[in-house]
């Protein structure tokens, strides 16, 4: 158990909706990440916050945006959902953005688009 | 820029032989290394890494890598792989101490047989 939660573990949903990825880190890490894992593109880097605030930008499209709120838990929106959103979501966390890349990864959320 | 080149999709092994899984990575700066597991249905794990010192680096469960600068390879190895090794193995870089944000491979699965 990595102390990474991320809900829901699964979650199917049709073309044009909107749905919501939650993350909770480890107790203690103040940097969270976000990554795509599909099958064409591999683990895609999305978004990454620090306390709070926004650190680096990756892949991440238009349509998708993320937070990281006060008690440091994360949330990914994805909307105006494609066929092609379909993939794991995995978010990670950090102590801070100096850890040298040792993160702890959640199970992830599987969204399957219909 | 960086990016990371895992040239085998998938390697299969008997159990009790050795195996090297290949990585090799390029970056315009200097980099530090890591090797991530996701075993079936789980998140990934930090396996072991290269910051700096010794390019010969020791990890969990018995597996070590070492780091070649001037081939750009940092290539996974375990003398005597076991059932239990099966997962899929990710190489990742990041651009050094502050960025965190790392770049995977495309993964490994490592399937081993008796």
């Known amino acids: 158990d990595s102390g990474v939660t991320q809900t829901p573990k699964h979650l199917i949903t049709a073309t044009g909706q909107r749905v919501t990825l939650r993350c909770s880190p480890r107790s203690g890490d103040l940097s969270v990440y976000w990554y795509q894992q599909s099958l064409d593109q591999g683990l895609q880097f999305l978004i990454q916050?620090?306390?709070?605030?926004?650190?680096a930008k990756g892949n991440i499209l238009e349509r998708f945006s993320a937070q990281q709120f006060p008690d440091l838990h994360s949330e990914l929106n994805l909307s105006s959902l494609e066929l092609g959103d379909s993939a794991l979501y995995f978010c990670?966390?950090?102590?801070?953005?100096?850890?040298?890349?040792?993160?702890?990864f959640g199970e992830g959320s599987r969204l399957t688009v219909l | 820029a960086q990016s990371v080149t895992q040239l085998d999709s998938q390697v299969p092994v008997f159990e009790e032989a050795p195996v090297e899984l290949r990585c090799n990575y390029s970056s315009s700066v200097s980099v530090y290394l890591f090797w991530y597991v996701q075993y079936p249905n789980q998140g990934l794990q930090l396996l072991l890494k290269?910051?700096?010192?010794?390019?010969l680096v020791k990890g969990i469960n018995g597996f070590e890598a070492e780091f070649n600068k001037s081939q750009t390879s940092f290539h996974l190895r375990k003398p005597s792989v076991h059932i239990s090794d099966t997962a899929e193995y990710f190489c990742a870089v990041s651009g050094g101490l502050g960025y965190s944000t790392l770049t995977f491979g495309k993964g490994t699965m490592l399937l081993v047989s008796p």
């Open positions: 916050y620090y306390n709070g605030e926004e650190r």
């Open positions: 290269y910051l700096s010192g010794s390019t």
């Open positions: 990670a966390s950090s102590v801070d953005p100096s850890s040298a890349g040792e993160l702890f």
